[in-house]
């Protein structure tokens, strides 16, 4: 049973920085692409980064130059590194992951299987 389990939401400064965690239990699978995505009040969910079993990263613009995507394949954790991050980042993040395929593009909803919980971030200016 594949579950994905986010961690390292919080609060943070503009300017500062956030490592968001997911962990991802229960495949085994050697192709795969995994995902950060966000969603906002109000607003729809976005896919802001990813990465593949290939690891080719791929990332919105609106978070190029600033978040980092990365994955520790021992542990199977998958990571979101963000730095100077803005008030207009403050969403409620997801990963999602989807197997026996790689990544094309940014992230689509409707392209992912599995999904974490999600982690608030809050960015005060």
């Known amino acids: 049973q594949v579950r994905l389990v986010e961690s390292g939401g919080g609060s943070v400064q503009a300017g500062g920085s956030l490592k968001l965690s997911c962990v991802v239990y229960?495949?085994?699978?050697?192709?795969?692409?995994m995902a950060w995505f966000r969603q906002a009040p109000g607003k729809e969910r976005e896919g802001i980064a990813s990465?593949?079993?290939?690891?080719?990263?791929t990332y919105a613009d609106s978070v190029k130059g600033r978040f980092t995507i990365s994955k520790d394949n021992v542990s199977n954790i998958l990571y979101l590194q963000m730095n100077s991050p803005l008030p207009d980042d403050t969403a409620m993040y997801y990963c999602?992951?989807?197997?026996?395929?790689?990544?094309?593009?940014?992230?689509?909803?409707?392209?992912?299987?599995?999904w974490g919980q999600g982690t608030q971030v809050t960015v005060s200016s």
């Open positions: 999602a992951a989807v197997f026996f395929r790689t990544c094309s593009g940014v992230p689509l909803q409707t392209d992912f299987s599995y």
């Open positions: 990465i593949d079993s290939a690891r080719r990263t």
């Open positions: 229960g495949y085994t699978y050697s192709r795969y692409c």
